[in-house]
């Protein structure tokens, strides 16, 4: 048998962190880390293995970084506990003193008749799978992608490069339905229909059809939609089964249940990552916001205080940052959203701004960025922002997510301090976060 101070279960982004940040915290522990697959995957990076990654081996997940930090891997998977000793499918046994489960998230199956048939794949992170998933898209003329969400759009704009015919079915009636306001959903949309994608919003699939293997779907309005393959893209479970192996208190939707430190409601046993039931940061309820950022800090936040709590957590909940780039569009996400404020039934302003990237605007690689801000009229704190435009946008919304985990006003942007130059940002007297807070104050003082 053999024993450690600290086992991680699971290999993604939030269990590689959890092991780097327990070492870097408790110098003198042993720590073991167990998986499932021999070879993991980058999970943000596997739409681009479809056409931008020449092969899947440019998008493995690094074990450097464990074994820089002297962590054992074993690939293996946990199969039953007693008290403190963990039961390997290998017949091995491993002891922990404190225990990390990491074990992510799956696919979700939506009931569509026809789903199992031949030709229709998922978004996973297994190598093999996606080998297969690859193969088949490369034979395929038109897929049908069931999803419009960011995973979807990524996988539909891939295809697209690869010169695939695609189609996108949305249930809602937007792209991005449940991360953006319509103006970005929209923006999107017209973007790819330019790239000859054809769209479909509002529209529900009812019925995978095909002898032996995928021939296309129809829709709720009885159309039949001809295609090849099918991509569904509908979102992703926490995976929970080790955890109700184990006892522990969970929601079948959620997640692990966790305390503000990521405690479970066992002793010694702490959940990070997608297992893990996340809260939203305005309301307090659960939130099905899966980010591997998120899961970082998770990561980060439990190997710190597996013994005793050196960090102490000042910002509650998930702000749900994200960004991406969909047809030559890159488009970012932080905090709530003015459909999200509406439904809240939340008092607020919004302020916007268009403008260049660069100074002057026709500099080469200039691209216009729009901003939507989201202000709260009774304590003018920032709730939220949403970008659009060139590639800027990224650490634009890692700015924003600042100051909205800080509860900026916009008198403290508007005021703010910042450095600019013509080959890096906006201009100065256009810089879009204060530009776009300066319409928000402008319409607070006349809605007075």
């Not at 309301?283 to 709590?309: K, P, V, W």
């Not at 660069?358 to 901003?371: E, M, Q």
């Not at 450095?419 to 204060?434: K, M, Q, R, V």
């Amino acid at each position: 048998m053999k024993k450690y101070n600290i086992v991680i279960v699971g290999g993604g982004p939030a269990g590689v962190t959890a092991a780097i940040s327990s070492r870097n915290t408790y110098p003198d522990k042993t720590i073991a880390l167990i998986r499932r697959e021999k070879i993991p995957m980058i999970p943000c990076g596997i739409p681009y293995i479809l056409h931008s990654l020449n092969s899947i081996d440019e998008n493995i997940l690094p074990d450097a970084p464990l074994h820089n930090k002297k962590v054992d891997i074993l690939v293996d998977e946990v199969v039953a506990r007693n008290d403190h000793i963990l039961e390997l499918a290998s017949g091995e046994k491993v002891e922990y003193e404190k225990l990390v489960l990491a074990t992510g998230s799956q696919v979700f199956v939506p009931p569509i008749k026809g789903i199992d048939l031949e030709g229709v794949f998922y978004v996973k992170k297994n190598k093999e799978y996606l080998e297969t998933f690859k193969e088949k898209t490369l034979q395929a003329k038109k897929i049908i992608i069931i999803g419009g969400g960011f995973i979807g759009l990524e996988v539909a704009d891939e295809l697209l490069k690869a010169g695939k015919q695609v189609v996108i079915i949305e249930r809602l009636g937007q792209l991005l339905p449940l991360a953006m306001d319509s103006e970005f959903g929209d923006f999107v949309a017209e973007k790819l229909r330019g790239l000859n994608a054809e769209i479909l919003t509002g529209v529900t699939v009812k019925e995978i059809i095909g002898q032996q293997k995928v021939e296309g779907v129809i829709i709720d309005d009885g159309r039949k939609i001809d295609g090849d393959l099918v991509v569904v893209s509908a979102g992703y479970r926490p995976n929970i089964e080790l955890a109700k192996k184990l006892g522990l208190e969970y929601n079948e939707r959620f997640g692990i249940l966790i305390d503000e430190y990521l405690r479970t409601s066992e002793k010694d046993i702490f959940a990070v990552g997608d297992c893990a039931a996340k809260r939203n940061c305005f309301t307090g309820e659960f939130t099905q916001i899966m980010l591997a950022s998120t899961a970082m800090a998770e990561g980060r936040l439990a190997g710190s205080n597996l013994y005793d709590i050196k960090v102490i957590r000042k910002f509650m909940g998930i702000l749900g940052s994200f960004s991406t780039k969909i047809a030559g569009v890159a488009l970012g996400v932080s905090g709530m959203t003015e459909r999200d404020a509406k439904a809240l039934g939340i008092d607020y302003v919004v302020g916007t701004t268009e403008t260049f990237d660069r100074h002057p605007g026709k500099l080469p690689g200039a691209s216009k960025i729009y901003v939507k801000l989201i202000f709260s009229r009774y304590s003018h704190t920032i709730l939220g922002g949403q970008v659009r435009g060139g590639n800027s946008v990224g650490e634009i919304v890692n700015i924003l997510s600042v100051m909205i985990q800080k509860q900026m006003t916009d008198m403290e942007i508007d005021t703010l301090q910042i450095g600019t130059h013509p080959l890096l940002t906006a201009s100065p007297i256009a810089y879009p976060i204060i530009n776009a807070t300066a319409d928000a104050i402008v319409k607070w003082l006349h809605l007075k």
